[in-house]
């Protein structure tokens, strides 16, 4: 470059850190951020780390080798990850060989939806009779009243008719989802982090949390939630850096080939129907459709979105409030659509197998609604089974915000963060001398499964939330602010419901970003690019330990996850705090 274009470009960096609100200044320099360097398409499509050319040279790679390597690795390495993590999720699957926990509802459920497309009420012995003579099953023609959508249980349901209706074929979508979850945070962590390795870790973190080890394998709504949240995100991520590169395309170039900002095409750049935020239109859709929660992140999400294109035209070239009209003229209306209206049209669908049920009284419960009670109703010019099933939503509703029946394992979100209160699926205590039991006479053994987060990647997330609420604050980092926004809209909402029955497994749909959050964490401990060589290896050897530890951690827990049978002096060692029994 020469000396006047480079200098050019540094009056228009300082005129940017200029412009910017006082407040942001003085954030901006308590955190020691740097002013914006380098080319205006480097900050609107980062290029992705690779390893450094030492690391290849010392292992005798030579440079093309080392290129073709990268590149494999980009899928190569979360395809290993994911594999490691569904070789574990699908170990002995159908064991317990038991209707465990809320799989008494879901299980029984979902084999109803798929056969009849509504809910049924089971008699009280149903769950013997399924375990032990499946074939004889008959399903109950009287609906059930349920408190959910259906999207889960179809999901749910899809396993039961391709396995059976036994243990093992109702957990096997939640095992699969469980599986492909890790193998989409490696790529939205590459993609977040622009490093392979990051990403890499971030699912390896994934794939050893006690808590969605254990939802992946028990047929529960939360973990299909997690799925389709998590899917939405990285569509999100994916729509986010295609619009940037768009604009990118669009700005001019100067005469070093450099790309240089415009305000008149940051204000006026339209940046395309971004199919990937229909497509997470139609995740979000069904993450509502599993369980209402989900609305938090369609909200959140929304905001999120546009937040992100307004700050790609500051990056463009836009000034102050000028970078929000032309998200607001180009952008908000289509993200109503493509969001908002998609994920209520996928909503409304997911109940199909329930409207085409008949409206004589055989068929879903309140379908008939509209027919019997509501009839002559001044909304009588809405089709019937639009008014039955607003009843039913509202009546769902009135049941949700008014459930406070006590629970042995009901929780306080404030417990959460810390895994204060575990949730136990399972529990037998077989004696010495039962198969399995090791025990001395006289002496039990434990056979349980318990759904707790693993303790020191959850205790070591509360360190990384501070450290990305930090990086938000004080840096101004767009990746800490999704991560944060992401748990806040998993977590925050339900402090709203103090005196609800409520349960720490909530949890485990926010999971994935607190394991984004420690390997953001862990890529700070490993030291910036451009770190001597002393401050990588104290980095490297912090950052290795810590890995280690949690694998040990879930390893040490693992007979808790999986219902193994251990002596009860094995058992109590692991029940670390009072809470968890």
Not at 146 to 154: D, E, F, L, S, T
Not at 277 to 301: D, E, P, Q, S
Request: charge should be positive; charged fraction near 15%.
């Amino acid at each position: 470059m020469t000396s006047t274009a480079s200098s050019t470009h540094t009056r228009q960096v300082q005129a940017t850190e200029e412009q910017r609100p006082w407040w942001q200044q003085r954030l901006r320099r308590f955190g020691n951020a740097e002013l914006p360097r380098g080319d205006v398409r480097d900050r609107l499509t980062p290029a992705y780390h690779r390893p450094s050319t030492r690391l290849w040279a010392a292992m005798g790679v030579g440079e093309a080798t080392a290129e073709r390597v990268t590149r494999w690795f980009g899928w190569g390495g979360p395809l290993l990850v994911t594999l490691m993590a569904g070789l574990m999720r699908f170990w002995h699957l159908g064991k317990p060989n038991a209707v465990i926990f809320d799989e008494t509802y879901y299980a029984k459920d979902a084999w109803a939806l798929v056969h009849d497309g509504y809910e049924a009420n089971w008699p009280k012995n149903a769950n013997d009779l399924i375990i032990h003579h499946a074939h004889q099953v008959v399903i109950p023609t009287d609906p059930a009243y349920v408190v959910h959508p259906p999207v889960g249980k179809y999901v749910i349901g899809l396993g039961e008719l391709l396995f059976g209706f036994n243990p093992f074929g109702w957990r096997f979508m939640t095992a699969l989802l469980g599986t492909l979850a890790v193998l989409m945070l490696c790529r939205i962590g590459r993609r977040l982090f622009r490093s392979t390795f990051l990403g890499c870790l971030a699912g390896a973190l994934l794939a050893v949390d006690g808590l969605q080890y254990v939802m992946s394998r028990t047929s529960l709504l939360d973990g299909v939630l997690e799925f389709f949240v998590l899917a939405a995100f990285g569509c999100l991520l994916i729509d986010r850096d295609k619009a940037r590169a768009r604009l990118a395309a669009a700005l001019p170039v100067d005469a070093d080939g450099r790309l240089r900002p415009d305000s008149r095409v940051a204000e006026t750049a339209f940046l395309g129907a971004r199919p990937w935020r229909w497509v997470a239109g139609v995740m979000l859709g069904l993450a509502i459709g599993t369980k209402w929660n989900g609305l938090y992140f369609l909200a959140a999400f929304c905001v999120m979105t546009l937040l992100w294109d307004v700050g790609a035209r500051r990056v463009a070239g836009a000034r102050g409030y000028r970078a929000y009209l032309p998200v607001l003229k180009f952008d908000t209306a289509l993200t109503f659509v493509s969001m908002l209206v998609v994920s209520v049209v996928v909503y409304v669908t997911s109940w199909i197998g329930w409207i085409l049920s008949p409206s004589d009284g055989t068929g879903g419960y309140y379908r008939n609604w509209a027919v019997t009670d509501g009839k002559g109703s001044s909304w009588s010019f809405v089709p019937d089974w639009l008014r039955s099933l607003w009843h039913y939503e509202h009546e769902v509703y009135l049941f949700h915000v008014g459930l406070t029946s006590p629970h042995t394992y009901q929780s306080n979100p404030w417990s959460w963060i810390v895994a204060g209160r575990p949730v136990s699926y399972y529990y037998e205590s077989p004696a010495a001398g039962s198969p399995g039991c090791s025990a001395a006479p006289g002496q039990k053994c434990a056979s349980e499964v318990l759904a707790l987060g693993t303790p020191l990647l959850w205790w070591a997330a509360c360190f990384a939330l501070l450290y990305v609420l930090w990086r938000w604050a004080f840096r101004r980092d767009w990746r800490a602010s999704a991560i944060a926004g992401a748990v806040a809209a998993g977590y925050l909402p339900w402090f709203l419901y103090q005196e609800r029955t409520i349960f720490y497994f909530y949890a485990v749909v926010f999971v994935p970003f607190l394991c984004l959050a420690v390997a953001m964490m862990i890529g700070a401990i490993l030291g910036p690019p451009g770190s001597d060589e002393r401050r990588r290896v104290v980095g490297a050897a912090a950052a290795g330990v810590l890995v280690l530890l949690i694998a040990w951690n879930f390893i040490y827990f693992w007979p808790l996850y999986t219902g193994t049978t251990i002596t009860i002096d094995e058992w109590r060692s692991r029940m670390w705090l009072d809470t968890w029994i």
